[in-house]
């Protein structure tokens, strides 16, 4: 009896550690489930149309893996606004691009976290979606690709992306906003530019009083203003009294998408294309801005140093460095002497007032109201 006894109890000892064993195990697994992060379900956003507006060229088609949505593109509203993206959290890309002025900030150069100011002015950004290259000296090809510079230049947001985007995982609205754009809620930097490119890509300004003078309602534009379109657009020869606006600022969206030396400088602090393309051929050569809501977007020029409007036609008229080694030659052999004496235009008075008048009828009063395009509440 005591032998039976000893082994039932070993056995018993046995069967009741590989019962432990077991139940363990079985924690462990159903620990490991508890653990696993749930699959996410997002439905599929909605592709965002743009409309073509009248007379305008065609739009061009986004980068196939970054199609407009609409998810994506309040996505990219709320980055554009978003100042967590600085080192400080004090400036956004609305900072220096606020809608009331067209996407500028109103000052010669553009100011960035603790004041530390840039070299150049902050550009308007409207009708991006048919820009080749961007930026003044055409650094970027690519609105996603320039999304980045802002971010993480020292003299404007000052913050590498990677810190920026792990500071977005931690604030709530962020991880189902990319969720919803981009089916996974954990945060990419490279889902983040495509966000802002997006968002940035939407920016169309077309409705201004010459849009719609141009669209057939001729009651819009007064004398003045009509007489400064024609000055605006026509290449004096002599003959012909004009402006030779339109050579450099012509077509619906006011800009040949070019890079030119229109006169600035003899010699130059900032070479402008040439620190793009190395060649000294490009030096002091800029991006021709468009005109589209020029009224807003003073002071005007790369670093900002023409105040007025009126300031750009007297440089035009009066002040264009002639000797500067790269100047255009669309500034060479344009007057409206008539025995082509000289190479400044010889406007007069009125005739500036005019050209002045006409640009002022390209504010888009639409576009810097939009909602669709403001800070979100």
């Not at 553009?110 to 650094?139: C, F, I, Y």
């Amino acid at each position: 009896m005591k032998f039976i006894r000893h082994f039932s109890f070993r056995r018993w000892r046995g069967l009741a550690g590989a019962g432990l064993a077991g139940l363990l195990l079985g924690a462990a697994a159903c620990r490991r489930e508890a653990e696993a992060p749930a699959p996410e379900h997002f439905p599929a956003p909605t592709p965002y149309a743009l409309v073509q507006p009248p007379l305008f060229p065609a739009i061009p088609a986004p980068p196939a893996d970054n199609p407009l949505t609409v998810e994506g593109v309040e996505l990219g509203r709320h980055l554009f606004y978003e100042k967590a993206l600085s080192l400080d959290n004090s400036t956004s890309c609305g900072s220096c691009h606020q809608q009331a002025r067209a996407f500028t900030d109103g000052r010669a150069r553009a100011q960035g976290v603790g004041g530390a100011l840039h070299a150049r002015s902050a550009m308007a950004l409207q009708n991006l979606v048919w820009e080749p290259k961007l930026t003044w000296d055409g650094a970027s090809p690519s609105l996603e690709q320039q999304a980045r510079t802002p971010i993480e230049n020292a003299v404007e947001m000052h913050q590498p992306l990677r810190a920026g985007v792990a500071r977005l995982q931690q604030m709530a609205p962020y991880p189902p906003l990319f969720g919803k754009a981009f089916g996974t809620s954990t945060i990419t930097e490279e889902n983040a530019l495509k966000a802002l490119a997006q968002f940035e890509r939407t920016l169309i300004s077309s409705n201004s009083r010459y849009d719609r003078y141009r669209r057939g309602d001729r009651s819009l534009l007064s004398a003045d203003e009509v007489r400064g379109l024609q000055l605006f657009s026509i290449h004096p020869n002599g003959t012909l009294r004009g402006g030779n606006c339109s050579d450099c600022h012509g077509g619906e969206l006011q800009t040949d998408h070019n890079f030119r030396n229109n006169g600035l400088d003899a010699a130059f602090a900032d070479l402008g294309l040439s620190s793009q393309t190395g060649r000294p051929t490009d030096n002091g050569k800029f991006r021709v801005p468009s005109l589209r809501n020029v009224a807003l977007t003073a002071p005007y020029m790369h670093d900002g140093r023409l105040a007025t409007l009126q300031d750009v036609l007297d440089h035009y008229n009066e002040h264009v460095a002639f000797n500067s080694p790269t100047i255009d030659p669309l500034l060479l052999n344009t007057t409206n002497d008539p025995l082509q004496q000289r190479h400044d235009l010889e406007l007069t008075a009125q005739e500036k007032t005019q050209i002045i008048a006409f640009l002022r009828t390209l504010t888009d009063s639409t576009f810097i109201l939009d909602p669709r395009f403001s800070a979100p509440r």
